[in-house]
């Protein structure tokens, strides 16, 4: 098999055989040596790309990602090898990785409280790794900016794309673990036994997230996507936010946020720029200001399914980047919800449903997401409109107020 070294294209096949006759249940350690010329060099490219075409063959998410720990496993010694030339301050990619070396002192410290916590459960000591696991939460920003700026922009330059809705299932993994710690350490006694398995959890997503980011992901995206596009990506997560590090200072004249809009003509002095509603006439500028004012986060998929608008301002609820526009709406949503979706989608494009809700607690508020279908004239469907707003002082409106009450 030594021949096939340097034939890319050969080398992808005998990996993709590999992992199928793994996947299949054939014996892992005759495997190994078999293919061991082969594993032992490969890529980040090819492990990215071997993913892809599992997923590309049918194979469900959850499927792969049960077998993604035991593939990469085989390839850890190759890919922990693999030299790239990492970019330094001002990149994007270089600010990720400063909250990863964060991330991996603070699961440090996290290992350092559950030693303690076994096998008394004493109250100092669960105290302790209940503070440092609230520490954590900070590290979802880090998701989100993979989520909502990396991954986007690594699907329009990589084709072997596909394994990145995987990761985002670990993701997942990580909030939900978050969630079941945080539960079981608000009981007086925890129990101890889920409290270990739930921990073990938590380390086994973080920091295998951790290498496969920073040997697979990155290293493709580095190559893959065009030098010019990564401060665009560096401005666009201003409006998520970095955890553990100071935020990155921008280049001058590249804001993240947009730009105040500049003087509006005096009315009737530009009618080519007003933009006629049938029940009023606007300007885009007037526009933009009434969508953000509207105390609602506003995305808007067009009958393509690619994301066109999200709104901005301060009612912004779910995180959006400009990376999504364009964006296939099955892209912006964890595996594990991409169903629901298109089932909402399809009902809506086959005329059986116009709407669904949904509500959802979240950080102790009470969110309200609502999708509508959005026709034209002769009711044909043009597209979705999700429309979420927080409704926690909603809820709680009691009796009736006729007169003007300022707070």
Same mark, same amino acid.
């Given at each position: 098999m030594s021949e096939l070294i340097n034939q890319p294209e050969q080398r992808l096949k005998q990996l993709l055989d590999f992992?199928?006759?793994?996947? #299949?249940?054939?014996?892992?350690?005759?495997?190994?040596?078999?293919?061991?010329?082969?594993? +032992?060099?490969?890529?980040?490219?090819?492990?990215?790309? /071997?993913?892809?075409?599992?997923?590309? @063959?049918?194979?469900?998410v959850a499927a792969l990602k049960a077998w993604v720990p035991k593939i990469?496993? /085989?390839?850890?010694? $190759?890919?922990?090898?693999?030299?790239w030339e990492k970019p330094g301050e001002g990149h994007f990619l270089y600010y990720l990785m400063q909250e990863n070396r964060k991330a991996e002192a603070l699961m440090q410290k996290?290992?350092?409280?559950?030693?303690?916590?076994?096998? +008394?459960?004493?109250? *100092?000591?669960?105290?302790?790794?209940?503070?440092? !696991?609230?520490?954590?939460?900070?590290?979802?920003?880090?998701?989100? =900016?993979?989520?909502?700026?990396?991954?986007?922009?690594?699907?329009?330059?990589?084709?072997?794309?596909?394994?990145? $809705?995987?990761?985002?299932?670990?993701?997942?993994?990580?909030?939900?673990?978050? =969630?079941?710690?945080?539960?079981? !350490?608000?009981?007086?006694?925890?129990?101890?036994? !889920?409290?270990?398995?739930?921990?073990?959890?938590?380390?086994?997503?973080?920091?295998?997230?951790?290498?496969? &980011?920073?040997?697979?992901?990155?290293? /493709?995206? !580095?190559? #893959?996507?065009?030098?010019?596009?990564?401060?665009e990506m560096l401005n666009q997560s201003a409006e998520v936010g970095w955890c553990y590090i100071p935020e990155p200072e921008l280049r001058a004249g590249s804001a993240a946020r947009p730009t105040s809009a500049s003087s509006l003509p005096q009315a009737g002095r530009d009618p080519s720029s007003l933009i006629d509603l049938e029940t009023g006439v606007l300007l885009p500028e007037q526009i933009k200001w009434l969508l953000n004012t509207l105390p609602v986060d506003v995305t808007f998929i067009d009958e393509n399914d690619e994301v066109r608008y999200f709104s901005g301002g301060e009612h912004r609820i779910f995180h959006r980047a400009k990376a999504i526009i364009g964006r296939k709406v099955q892209n912006c949503h964890p595996p594990e919800s991409v169903h629901m979706v298109e089932e909402i989608v399809n009902a809506f494009k086959n005329g059986s449903r116009d709407h669904a809700?949904?509500?959802?607690?979240? =950080? @102790?508020?009470?969110?309200?997401?609502?999708?509508?279908? /959005?026709?034209?004239?002769?009711?044909?469907?043009?597209?979705?409109? &999700?429309?979420?707003?927080?409704? *926690?002082?909603?809820?709680?409106?009691e009796g009736q107020r006729r007169l003007l009450e300022w707070k």
């Open positions: 992992c199928r006759r793994l996947i #299949a249940g054939e014996n892992g350690n005759e495997l190994y040596q078999h293919y061991r010329p082969i594993t +032992d060099r490969v890529t980040a490219t090819e492990a990215m790309e /071997v993913l892809d075409l599992l997923l590309r @063959e049918g194979m469900p990469l496993n /085989v390839f850890h010694r $190759s890919l922990k090898a693999g030299e996290i290992k350092g409280w559950s030693r303690q916590v076994f096998p +008394d459960l004493q109250a *100092t000591h669960l105290k302790a790794l209940k503070n440092s !696991l609230h520490e954590l939460r900070a590290y979802e920003s880090h998701y989100i =900016k993979k989520e909502n700026i990396l991954f986007p922009y690594l699907e329009q330059a990589f084709p072997g794309h596909r394994c990145l $809705s995987v990761m985002w299932s670990f993701h997942d993994d990580f909030r939900n673990s978050l =969630k079941v710690l945080d539960e079981l !350490l608000s009981r007086d006694k925890p129990d101890a036994r !889920l409290l270990s398995r739930e921990l073990g959890r938590l380390f086994f997503v973080v920091l295998p997230l951790i290498f496969r &980011e920073e040997q697979i992901v990155f290293p /493709v995206a !580095l190559r #893959a996507i065009p030098e010019r596009l990564w401060q809700d949904f509500w959802i607690s979240m =950080k @102790e508020r009470f969110i309200h997401i609502r999708y509508f279908a /959005v026709r034209d004239e002769e009711k044909q469907y043009k597209g979705t409109l &999700e429309v979420s707003q927080d409704v *926690t002082e909603i809820r709680a409106l």
